[in-house]
């Protein structure tokens, strides 16, 4: 079995054995960016409004400052993302902003849709 | 580097010695189930379909139920069947009897109802399991390992971590000689020009883009929207927002080698290398749609916890989120570790999947088959009940 000895993910690992430290780890990155032409972050911590994360972005490091919370595993913006525009994660589109997406904005079903699997739209098979 | 393995006739090298029970239709599972209770060192499969349906659903359901008769980690086969079923037993017997192996069928409207049919049926799988008995593991290069990759109930750590660790190991598979198989159809959609790019051939990319429109014309052809379907609940409250962000994680536990075949759903992938079966990603047809391709086991990569087994495969399941592997330590195999340096964790994760593969080959029980969790898979059907 393959264990991990220490986590940098901000969560409570249990004592498993006397080398494994019971303590709560401080990641030294809270979120990461996939490809550098991505408009996201996804998160690697339950972060808080008003948390302001030093990312590198495109070759540079920004500060983006959250505008809400945002939970484990998932996405901020890291740019103003206009509506109908496309939300940028791997380098790919994941779908398409529904609204205005300030920097720092949670970014999830709220504001992206999907355009892939669309019956609603398509009107579907009678 | 080697495995060991139990050599069947046919050439291929199973991980199990089970003779399985397989039900020919929804209506004989409850004498298959008894069957396989009585006894020791017999697998049921079961399932719901095999009657009332069009006939491509039939093809579908006897080609699938042949295909698995063929899965190595089968000794042996005895077909369960009610006797009135739109599927003909002796079509599947035949099938499976080409694999070289033995395969024995019970009739329950012929012997005579429930207790006979259960009576008869165990004698004849004890006789079969007692032969099956008599084959001894040996060892064999790690190019006769054939690995299935699936994932499930996921969220943001299986596209960072789980899947990307299962996609090395998927290499490692190939880079030794061996097969891996990878699918679920749905979770392409969004990333199928990342896949088609890696086909082996132009036939084989169009191929790629054909399975998805077509998966796509089905759930469309419904008229809502397909979120919340796919991705699921979990999915979204895990942090997936659209079926094309699952999909761009979803596509990395098939690795980066060349996509060699497409295969439908319930055929047998032929020769060694990468290949693509098509099948939706729901664990219950999908685990069954990679026992029929032939695999010896299976690597389940999975952010919230799903992991259930296939009766006669053996699934590992890893995770990658910290709190999943806590949580469900009776269910998970394996945990991806995330390091500072990602890109040489995922590596080391996948070296380690690997090995634990050829470990679970060569005999090692996983944590699903120690808790015999995974009794109730199904087969993928395109058409109505009728």
Known sequence: ?126 | MSFLGYRRQNGSVGARNYIGIISTVGCANDVTWRISQQVKGSIPFIHGQGCAQTQPDLDIVTRTLISLGWNPNLAGALLVSLGCESVSADKIAQGIAESGKPVEKIVIQKVGGVTSAVAQGSVLAQAMTIEASRIEREAFPESELVVGVKCGASDSTSGLLSNPATGAACDLVIDNGGTCIFGETTEFMGAEHILARRAATPQVANKIMDIVARMERRATAMGFDMRGGQPTGGNIAGGLTTIEEKSLGAIAKGGTKTIKGVYEYGERPQGKGLFIVDSPGRELEFLTVLAAAGVQVIIFSTGLGASPGFPFVPVIAVTGNPITYERLTDHLDVFVELTEEAATGIARAGKALYQEALAVASGKQTKAETMGYGNFPNIFTIGPVI
């Open chain 1, 1 to 126: 079995m393959a264990i991990c000895s220490v986590s940098w993910l901000h969560c409570k690992m249990t004592k498993r054995d006397e080398s494994i430290p019971e303590e709560v780890i401080e990641l030294k990155q809270k979120a990461v960016i996939l490809n550098s032409r991505d408009n996201v972050a996804t998160s690697l911590a339950n972060l808080k409004a008003g948390d302001t994360l030093e990312l590198e972005v495109g070759g540079e490091t920004r500060a983006i400052k959250l505008t809400t919370d945002v939970p484990f595993g998932h996405k901020f913006s890291l740019s103003r993302i206009e509506p109908d525009s496309p939300v940028i994660k791997y380098g790919e589109v994941i779908g398409i902003a529904t609204v205005i997406i300030e920097p720092g904005d949670y970014v999830h079903i709220h504001n992206v849709v999907s355009t892939r699997g669309r019956g609603d739209l398509s009107g579907g098979v009678k």
